[in-house]
């Protein structure tokens, strides 16, 4: 899992890249770096356009990375949603959840817009 | 280059007869969707596709009917038989790929045998209404194709037997039957249209809701109009199912999930807290009709296909099983025997579970789960499982054990989490993967016991 840090309109964001998979195996690891990733900031992206297949967990994983940053005033949005896991989004209802782009700097921009006055 | 017209040698005394005239070229897009499912058993709204077929050439008149196909019509033949059911006589035969009309109408020419003939050629659904006299459409239709679309056609041979009445010829609509779309929109469309147009399977008390057999309905599920629900359901708590849901047969939608716009194939588990909107699922596979796009869940706890025990899993499990009681009768033999007398006297061994644990046998009867001993022997002749659900539990779909899923996997015992695991587990442990789980069970329940006990 890749991850930078961006700055724009003066709000540091984070953008991760997640792997390939993600389900038991790596779901806890995921949840340990986003911890790390949040003290960094709350404003986070998952660049989800490697990502092929995510199980229960993973989406486990997620929501609560998205609940941490929440309750740090940030926020957690997805970018490239492929049309499998997009999917299994819809069907576990996480999708309304989220904001979701289709790229990792559309979401990026985002956090910079909604702090425009 | 024109067909020429559809002539049929012989008398004209006999009633009219039907062929339905499928082939696989028109139906191939079935076998790469559904590759576990005959094309002419594809559910429309609970329905097999074929019943709608026979069921027009019943209201067309038809007593004799010849299904004929270039694929194996062994599946189909096992379920319709020899038609008795709808009480028409119902035969079968083969064709050729590239056999047409003409060629149908000749090699069939004993079965038709002179008598006003209806074709039903192709991979088709006939927008019908049993409301309306078919009849007519025999009596006065000319020969030839009186309807066609991209993928068929329904047409007559035969001259028109004598017009006894004058009533209008009823409307025909066909449409193709080409895609996951064709069969979703149909589907919907039959749900919406209900039991006044179609013979549909399931009984409901009000218009739009249909119900198979053997449905368990949680009090808190909700069913919203219309909707057609197969047999051998279970709607768990907090589930919300319609408007416009088919439930297809062996289905299980677990707790708070909702299905709207949607079709549930047979065999499928729906996990827990899903929304599935405009799409179809069948086992672990969700699809969008509109798109196409489909995709195979993994994960078992979100969707996945319900397997209905054969015969020599049946047998595997039941060996294994046995073997397994085998094995804990003879290692629980000696202790049983030493203990048994000791703990029968002081009045500590009933019937039931040991109770008190405050002395050494007591502990170690405990600990050796020895209160099951009782139960082993049932397992030999088969009357029990070493594991399933809650010990001697005999609520429909559960399969009763000695030891339960739910001991295993440290749940607690009883309550609807329990029943939960012991389904899951039901439906997906496999025979080896159940010695596994007994021995955990024998593992857990004593250290359950003891948490109980320090509590």
């Known amino acids: ?98 904001s ?3 790229n990792a700097s559309d979401a990026a921009a985002s956090f910079a817009a909604s702090r425009q006055p | 280059m024109p067909q020429p017209p559809l002539r049929h040698p012989g008398n004209h005394n006999n009633a009219m007869k039907t062929l339905i005239a499928i082939k696989e070229q028109h139906q191939s897009w079935v076998r790469d969707a559904f590759p576990n499912m005959h094309p002419l058993l594809l559910p429309l709204c609970n329905k097999p596709f074929i019943e709608y077929l026979i069921d027009f050439a019943i209201l067309a008149g038809s007593r004799e ?28 035969a083969n064709i050729r790929p590239e056999d047409g009309e003409r060629e149908l109408l000749h090699k069939n020419r004993k079965f038709c045998n002179g008598s006003r003939t209806m074709i039903l050629n192709g991979y088709t659904f006939i927008d019908y209404d049993k409301r309306l006299d078919y009849r007519v459409l025999a009596n006065h239709s000319a020969t030839g194709p009186i309807a066609s679309c991209s993928t068929g056609s329904i047409a007559f041979a035969g001259p028109p037997e004598p017009a006894a009445d004058d009533n209008p010829l009823p409307a025909l609509r066909i449409t193709p039957l080409d895609s996951l779309r064709s069969c979703y929109h149909i589907a919907m469309q039959i749900l919406e249209t209900g039991a006044e147009r179609y013979v549909l399977p399931g009984y409901g008390s009000e218009p739009g809701c249909a119900i198979g057999r053997n449905v368990a309905i949680a009090k808190t599920a909700e069913i919203r109009k219309p909707v057609s629900i197969g047999n051998n359901v279970q709607l768990l708590p907090g589930t919300i199912i319609g408007p416009m849901a088919v439930i297809g047969s062996n289905v299980i939608i677990d707790k708070g999930s909702s299905i709207s716009g949607s079709i549930i194939f047979d065999n499928t588990y729906i996990g827990e807290q899903l929304e599935i909107e405009g799409r179809i699922a069948s086992g672990n596979t969700l699809i969008d009709p509109e798109s196409g796009a489909s995709v195979a869940m993994e994960d078992p706890h979100l969707l996945t ?11 595997l499990r039941k060996t294994i099983h046995a073997l397994a009681a085998a094995i804990l009768i003879l290692l629980q033999a000696i202790p049983v025997i030493i203990l048994y007398p000791l703990l029968r006297l002081q009045g500590k061994w009933k019937n039931g579970p040991i109770t008190q644990q405050a002395g050494l046998a ?11 001993f009782p139960l082993l022997p049932k397992v030999l002749l088969g009357q029990l499982a070493i594991i399933g659900s809650a010990p001697r539990s005999n609520s429909p779909g559960c399969r009763p054990a000695v030891f339960s899923y739910a001991e295993a996997e440290d749940w607690p015992v009883t309550g609807s989490d329990a029943a939960i695991v012991e389904r899951y587990h039901a439906v997906h442990s496999t025979p080896f993967n159940d010695i596994g789980m007994t021995i955990k069970a024998l593992i857990n329940r004593p250290h359950k016991r003891n948490a109980g006990a320090a509590a």
């Not at chain 2, 296909?305 to 047998?315: K, V, Y």
Request: aromatic share 6%.
């Open chain 2, 362 to 372: 007591e502990t170690l009867a405990a600990r050796l789960s020895l209160d099951r």
């Open chain 2, 305 to 315: 296909g319900i397997h209905s025990a054969t015969n020599s899993a049946t047998l």
């Open chain 1, 1 to 98: 899992m890749a991850f930078r840090l961006e700055t724009q309109n003066g709000i540091t964001i984070g953008i991760a890249e997640l792997d390939e998979r993600l389900d038991a195996e790596n779901s806890k690891a995921l949840q340990k770096a986003c911890g790390d990733w949040q003290q960094q900031t709350p404003f986070l992206v998952f660049d989800c356009t490697k990502l092929d297949f995510i199980d229960s967990s993973g989406l486990g994983a997620i929501v609560s990375c998205l609940r941490r940053s929440l309750e740090k005033n940030g926020d957690l949005k997805l970018a490239g949603l492929n049309a499998k896991v997009s999917m299994v989004f819809e069907l576990t209802k996480a999708k309304k959840l989220f």
């Open chain 2, 65 to 92: 009917i010849r299904l004929l196909s270039d694929g194996s019509l062994m599946e189909i033949e096992e379920i319709c038989q020899t038609g008795s059911r709808w009480g028409v006589e119902l035969t079968y």
């Open chain 1, 100 to 102: 979701i782009f289709s």
